[in-house]
């Protein structure tokens, strides 16, 4: 139960931090705003990678949903960086980084990614984040990943996102 969670999780967190990248895209930010939520897209693909292709661990798993879910709030923050402070965006940004600190919470030294309790609060931070960047308009309803390269992905790096 509790890999199928932090599988969703990271799916999901890697699936804000692309969306917000191709809002900021699409919307002509300027480079550096353009370039942060893109690298924090490829560190969320990454973490949803690393965890796709290695064997069920919760720590580990969860470590990799914490990775994609900070990534995630990196790409929100430039969201908001772009749009501003309206209330959409500012609301965007926090909610994110709940979701993030819920992410760490379950992946942290207390639960190791077993504890029902912290799972089920990062899973609902997760969801607040996702309906927060969908008002936001960063991203819509059922949306699919867009197309997005991970970027080099050498072993150290893979390594490192299980950690």
Do not use: I
């Amino acid at each position: 139960m509790t890999e199928r969670s932090h599988a969703a999780r990271a799916k999901s967190a890697a699936l804000r931090a692309a969306s917000v990248c191709h809002h900021v895209e699409r919307h002509e930010a300027p480079e550096h705003v353009v370039w942060k939520a893109a690298h924090a897209a490829r560190v969320s693909l990454q973490a949803l990678a690393v965890l796709s292709e290695s064997a069920p661990d919760p720590a580990a798993d969860s470590r990799c949903a914490r990775n994609a879910a900070a990534a995630a709030a990196q790409a929100a923050q430039m969201g908001q960086q772009h749009d501003g402070e309206s209330d959409l965006a500012v609301t965007a940004c926090r909610t994110a980084l709940g979701a993030s600190q819920a992410a760490a919470a379950a992946a942290g030294r207390e639960g190791l990614g077993a504890d029902e309790a912290l799972n089920a609060a990062a899973d609902e931070a997760e969801a607040a984040a996702v309906a927060a960047a969908e008002r936001a308009g960063w991203m819509r309803p059922g949306q699919r990943f867009p197309e997005m390269s991970t970027g080099m992905r050498s072993p150290e790096l893979m390594s490192m996102m299980h950690f």
